[in-house]
C-alpha cells in the first residue's frame, strides 16, 4: 500500500489555522509532540479526520503511531492538540483503539486500549485480557494495567501481575520491570520488584513472601516480610530469605537479621525472631 502524506502539519510554521476541516483530511501526518523532543508521526489507511472544535485528530485504522523507535499500532488512533506558546500545536495525548501492538528494540506490548501522555512519554496500556508484555525470554502480563515509562526505562503490571522466565514463575498484585541491554546490546528485563502477594514457582517449591527483588540474569532474589518456603510437605518461614532459583540454595533469615527496615506499608520495625519450620520425614517406602 502506498501511503500518500497530502499534509505535513509543522509546529515551527504554524499552519493549522490556514488549514480547512475535512472528513478525510490525509493518510499521514508529522506534528511536534507536547514535551519538543521527537516529533509524532501517524499514517492511517483510512483517513485522518480533523476536529477543529475539540482539536482531535482522528486516524481510521489500522492507524500506526511512530516517534522515535516507539512504533503503536492500532483500528483506530486519536490525537488531542492544544497551542503552544510559539502560535504552533503540538499533540500531548494519543489515545490507540482496538487491537493494539507497542513495538520497541526487543519488547512487544498487545492490549485492547492504550492513552500515550506524550509530555511524561508514560503509556498505559489495557483491556487485553490480559495485557502481555514479551522482552526476550520474559513474558509479564496483567488483568489490569501495563504501564511503560519510557524514560526510566521500566514497566509496571498491576493486577494479577505475572513474569514467566524459563521455567522460573512470579506473580504478585503490583510489579515492576527494569529494562537494561546484554553484552549483545538487546534489550532484556535485568530487576523484577513484586509486591503484595507475592508467589515465586520453580519445579521443586513455591516461595511466597510480601515483597520481592529478584535480579533476572543471576536468578537471586531477596524475599521480604511473611517468608514462606515450601517444598512438598516441608516448610520453613521466616522474615526474610535469600533464594537462587538457578541452583536452588536458599537462606532463610531471622528478624534478626533483617531488623531496622522498617515495613513500607505499616511502619513497623518487625521484632526478634526464630526461623520456624515443620520437615515432614518420608517413609520407608
Known amino acids: ?18 488549514l480547512k476541516p475535512s472528513p478525510a483530511l490525509a493518510q499521514g501526518m508529522n506534528m511536534q509532540a507536547g514535551n519538543g523532543e521527537l516529533p509524532l508521526t501517524i ?12 482539536k482531535i485528530f482522528t486516524a481510521a485504522g489500522p492507524a500506526t503511531a511512530t516517534r522515535g523507535d516507539m512504533v503503536l499500532d492500532a483500528d483506530e488512533l486519536r490525537a488531542y492538540y492544544r497551542e503552544n506558546a510559539s502560535g504552533g500545536s503540538e499533540i500531548f495525548r494519543l489515545d490507540a483503539i482496538g487491537n493494539v501492538r507497542i513495538t520497541s528494540p ?7 486500549y492504550a492513552v500515550y501522555d506524550v509530555d511524561k512519554s508514560v503509556i498505559v496500556l489495557k483491556d487485553g485480557n490480559p495485557v502481555k508484555l514479551v522482552a526476550g525470554a520474559d513474558v509479564i502480563t496483567a488483568t489490569g494495567q501495563l504501564e ?12 494479577n501481575a505475572k513474569a514467566v522466565h524459563l521455567d522460573k514463575r512470579i506473580q504478585a498484585d503490583v510489579m ?13 528485563i535485568g530487576r523484577i520488584e513484586a509486591f503484595d502477594n507475592v508467589r515465586i514457582d520453580t519445579d521443586n517449591e513455591q516461595v511466597f513472601s510480601d515483597r520481592a527483588a529478584y535480579n533476572v ?27 537462587d532459583l538457578n541452583t536452588g540454595i536458599n537462606r532463610l533469615n531471622t528478624c534478626e537479621e533483617t531488623k ?12 526478634s525472631s526464630r526461623v520456624h519450620g515443620v520437615l515432614q520425614p518420608r517413609s520407608k517406602e
Open 148 to 159: 511503560f515509562w519510557d524514560k526510566k526505562d521500566i514497566a509496571v503490571a498491576r493486577g
Open 43 to 54: 499514517d492511517a489507511s483510512g483517513g485522518i479526520e480533523w476536529n477543529q472544535k475539540e
Open 176 to 188: 515492576t520491570a527494569h529494562f537494561i541491554q546484554d553484552k549483545a546490546g538487546k534489550t532484556e
Open 106 to 112: 526487543g519488547r512487544v506490548a498487545t492490549g485492547g
Open 217 to 243: 540474569p543471576s536468578g537471586l532474589a531477596r524475599l521480604t516480610g511473611s517468608v514462606k518456603i515450601k517444598r512438598g510437605d516441608n516448610v520453613l518461614n521466616g522474615c526474610s530469605a535469600d533464594i
Open 1 to 18: 500500500m502506498i501511503r500518500i502524506f497530502v499534509v505535513v502539519l509543522m509546529v515551527c510554521v504554524g499552519i493549522l489555522a490556514e
Open 260 to 271: 531496622g527496615a522498617k515495613n513500607p506499608q505499616t511502619g513497623t520495625t518487625p521484632k
